[in-house]
Each structure stands twice: as C-alpha cells, then as structure tokens.
C-alpha cells in the first residue's frame, strides 16, 4: 500500500511547513494543495522544498492572487485584490516573493492548476484547492449546505485546500 502525504495552505511558514513533513515521515507520494504564498515570508523556500520532494503540487487562491499581481494570467476567475489591498490585509508576503523567486520558479507555479486528478493504486484521487466546482476559491465548510453535491463528484477521494493531514489509502 502506497502511503500518500497531503499538505496545504502553509502560506509560506517554512518552519511549520518542514515540521509537518517530520510529523508525516516518509511517504510514496506527497501532494501539496496550493497556498505555498502569502502571509508568511519563506514561500520560495517552500517551493524549492516541495519540488526537490517531487511533489504534486496545486496553485492556491494566493499563489493565484501573486501571479495575477505579476500580471500573469490566472486559471480562473476570482476575485483578486490589488497588490495594495493585499498588503493591507495580508501584510508584504507576494512583495517580497516577487524579487525572492526566479523567473523559472514563477514559469513553474504559473504552470499549475488549482485541480489535479490522480489515480493510486486503482482510486482515483480529485485534488483541489477549493472545492470541487470552484478550484480556485470555494470553502467547504462544516456548515457547507450542501454535501450532497459531493455524490455527484466522479472520484473517490476528494481532498480540498485548507487542510493539514496525513492519510493512508490503507485506512477506511
């Protein structure tokens, strides 16, 4: 049985991120769900971290918000705000990965997707950063109105953004 890591949203908080992959010891695959950026300030370390780990990797709403502030285009239409607001409410995180990152290094996150579909070990896995019908930003929620939608999803294994955790396709 593949043993399978998943991370997300560790808004470029190095020393949580690595803290995690300790906790999570060693894994066959290791999926990370986007929101690499933000926040915090060692998002590019981050990136180099989870791409020497080979990692499949997702673009998150901030990782989406920092290249739309390159002026590059985004996957998807969300809302985005402009670098100004940004920093207001988020603090300089995306400022100073701008000069922190390579351009190869941005070339690598504007090539991602904020969805991936795997299949492992016979299960097909829908990976998003959001929800199922909206990637980019949709939160589900505990109070999400409506988890019937989820039957409808073709996977059989969904896992969303927002999420910390360390699963095994052994367990039920």
Known sequence: MKRVGVLSDVHGNLGA????????????????????????????????????????????NHDLYFLSHLGRPVPHDIPT?????????????????????TT????????????????????????????????????VYPDFPAFERFDTVDADVVLMGHILHDWNLEQK
Do not use: N
């Open 17 to 60: 991120f690595e803290a995690c992959l300790a906790h999570m010891g060693q894994v066959d695959l290791l999926l990370f769900g986007g929101d690499l950026l933000g926040y915090y300030f060692d998002g590019p370390a981050i990136l180099r971290r989870l791409r020497q780990l080979g990692a499949h990797c997702l673009l998150g």
């Open 81 to 101: 705000p402009t670098a100004a607001e940004y920093r207001k409410r988020y603090g300089p995180s995306l400022e100073l990965a701008t000069s922190a990152l």
């Open 104 to 139: 190869e290094e941005v070339d690598f996150l504007a090539g991602l997707r904020s969805e991936q579909r795997l299949v492992v070990e016979g299960r097909t896995l829908l990976q998003v950063h959001g929800s199922p019908w909206r990637p980019g930003d949709e939160y």
